[in-house]
């Protein structure tokens, strides 16, 4: 079973309850059409299997601190019993707020350049054949980030 991530907006007032219980959130689709104005389901962040890569791209070196982006994919599923227990957050308007703007000045060659030699040869070639895959969630990463900040929106994201 693949472990995969999503994300979605989340209005700033409603960023206090969530911390409550954010799978909560997540999983109640009436929820998110009574909020939105114009009436449809708000956009989502799916980062599919690419969260690994830009956990490892972002911040998990272990050598540097992480980039504020880090926080977009930080954490990860547990598997308890047979099952995945996904692995829920919040992040309140500042920390959306610092993740686009980390993500709009983020050059991938860049990531890749800091990142590969860090790994054994093996495991950079196989990053680095998964670049174009990387890059195209990293736009979007990078795209919804913005949008949500630029609403002055928190968000809520589940790796499961």
Same mark, same amino acid.
């Given at each position: 079973?693949?472990?995969?991530? &999503? ?44 969260? #690994? ?13 992480? #980039?504020?982006? &880090?926080?977009?994919? #930080? ?6 019993? *047979? ?5 829920? #957050? ?53 795209? &919804? ?6 609403? *002055? ?8």
């Amino acid at each position: 079973m693949k472990i995969r991530y &999503f994300a979605r907006p989340l209005p700033a007032l409603m960023v206090g309850n969530a911390l409550v219980n954010p799978g909560a959130l997540l999983d109640d689709g009436k929820l998110w059409e009574s909020w939105v104005p114009s009436g449809g389901c708000p956009t989502a962040l799916v980062l599919d299997e690419a969260w #690994r890569d830009l956990q490892m791209l972002l911040g998990e070196n272990g050598q540097d601190p992480p #980039r504020p982006a &880090f926080e977009l994919v #930080r954490g990860a599923a547990t598997y308890a019993n *047979g099952e995945i227990c996904p692995y829920n #957050r919040v992040l309140d308007p500042l920390q959306v707020c610092a993740i686009a703007g980390d993500l709009a000045g983020t050059d991938l060659h860049e990531l890749y350049q800091h990142c590969l030699p860090l790994h054994s040869p093996d495991w950079a070639t196989i990053m680095d054949g998964r670049r174009g895959y990387v890059e195209h969630y990293l736009g979007a990463a990078a795209a &919804f980030s913005n949008s949500v900040a630029s609403e *002055g929106m928190g968000m809520v994201y589940s790796i499961r």
